[in-house]
């Protein structure tokens, strides 16, 4: 639960306040307030003359999901699979870090970075792969989205590298919409999600 002043402070005044670091994370297509303070962020940052980062949830960081299944698990407690079945981006942290790094080397200003090609995974393909059976479902909540996107249908870019793409407002470029959409994405493997998770926590199952 959060205030909407507290979202505004912290994305918004936030951004404002660091903004001497060049980059910001953020994903598009928001749905809830949360999201449109990030919006709203990252058109302050570029409009300053700064670049930003814009990606997901990072798997592996505080809270997500899979911290939070096995915390739930070792409580002897269900997990919660949400529904219509959600799709994310498997975005580790030291892929994270190495977008950042990538984006520092390669910003000239005012632009909008997305990681190029990150594969995407079902939640529930997930618990399925690890074989979990304590678990209930549950409808997504108001304001949950169900798929990340992370180049909206207003926008268009280019590749940089082998990590990342520029990105831009407009109709002209030559990426593909249905790769930086967690539904229509190229999804990773039930043997993928078993060795990441591995490398993540160190074992699996969690």
């Not at 939070?68 to 870090?97: C, G, S, Y």
């Not at 304590?134 to 990590?163: C, F, I, M, T, W």
Request: charged share 20%; proline share 3%; glycine share 6%.
């Amino acid at each position: 639960n959060y205030h909407k002043k507290d979202v505004y402070c912290l994305d918004v005044e936030g951004t404002h306040n660091f903004s001497s670091f060049g980059v910001v994370l953020h994903n598009c297509s928001p749905i809830n307030l949360y999201g449109k303070t990030k919006a709203v962020a990252e058109d302050l940052f570029t409009s300053a003359g700064y670049s930003v980062l814009r990606y997901g949830n990072v798997v592996g960081s505080q809270s997500s999901f899979i911290h939070v299944w096995r915390n739930q698990l070792r409580e002897d407690k269900n997990i919660v699979l949400r529904t219509p079945d959600p799709t994310r981006f498997f975005l580790t942290m030291n892929e994270a870090i190495d977008l950042v790094d990538s984006a520092l080397h390669n910003t000239i200003g005012s632009e909008i970075f997305i990681p190029r090609d990150l594969k995407s995974f079902s939640i529930i393909h997930v618990a399925d792969a690890l074989e979990i059976r304590n678990r209930r479902y549950e409808a997504l909540l108001p304001g949950e989205k169900q798929h990340e996107v992370l180049l909206s249908e207003h926008e268009q870019g280019e590749v940089v590298n082998d990590l990342l793409c520029r990105v831009w407002k407009g109709y002209q470029g030559s990426l593909s919409h249905r790769q930086y959409n967690s539904s229509t994405a190229m999804r990773l493997t039930t043997e993928e999600i078993l060795q990441r998770i591995k490398t993540i926590l160190g074992h699996t199952p969690i």
